[in-house]
């Protein structure tokens, strides 16, 4: 059996759960989570059918590009999901995950895209492939 992990954005309005195991975090420093976050954004997903909304009055989805689009709490503002439109697999921030989650950061992706004002990490690896 499987460990149940269950998530919330700031307000509560947006809840979820996922059954586990979860993938490692990938950070991701492309410019579209950069302007979306305001800093990077830190992901682990698992594939659709282990995902569910438990609560999603204040969910909206934006189309951020023509493959994927953004999940995100309309009343608070909490970054909360990506998904590719393909339907393969939800990524969702571990910060809104409840403790403990038992992740650690795998790699880091998208480092060229990066911003000028800090770096990447050296914790973990640059994952090889991933830009
Ligand atoms: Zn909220
Ligand atoms: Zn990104």
Same mark, same amino acid.
């Given at each position: 059996?499987? !460990?149940?992990?269950? =998530?919330a954005c700031l307000c509560g309005a947006v809840r979820y759960a996922v059954e586990g195991p979860l993938r490692p975090v990938v950070v991701c *420093?492309?410019?579209?989570?950069?302007r979306?976050? =305001?800093h990077?954004?830190?992901a682990t997903s698992v594939p659709p059918e282990r995902f569910s909304?438990?609560?999603d009055e204040s969910l909206r989805w934006y189309r951020a590009s023509d493959t994927a689009e953004r999940g995100f709490c309309s009343a608070c503002g909490s970054v909360m999901f990506w998904r590719p439109l393909s339907g393969h697999g939800i990524s969702f921030t571990p910060g809104t995950l @409840?403790?403990?989650t038992g992740l650690a950061? !795998?790699? *880091?992706?998208?480092?060229? @895209?990066? =911003? @000028? #004002? #800090? @770096?990447?990490?050296? !914790? =973990? #690896?640059q994952r090889a492939g991933w830009g």
């Open positions: 059996m499987s !460990e149940i992990h269950t =998530g *420093h492309c410019s579209q989570c950069r979306q976050t =305001g990077y954004l830190a909304l438990q609560k @409840d403790a403990p950061i !795998e790699g *880091h992706i998208f480092c060229a @895209d990066k =911003g @000028d #004002y #800090y @770096d990447v990490p050296r !914790e =973990g #690896y």
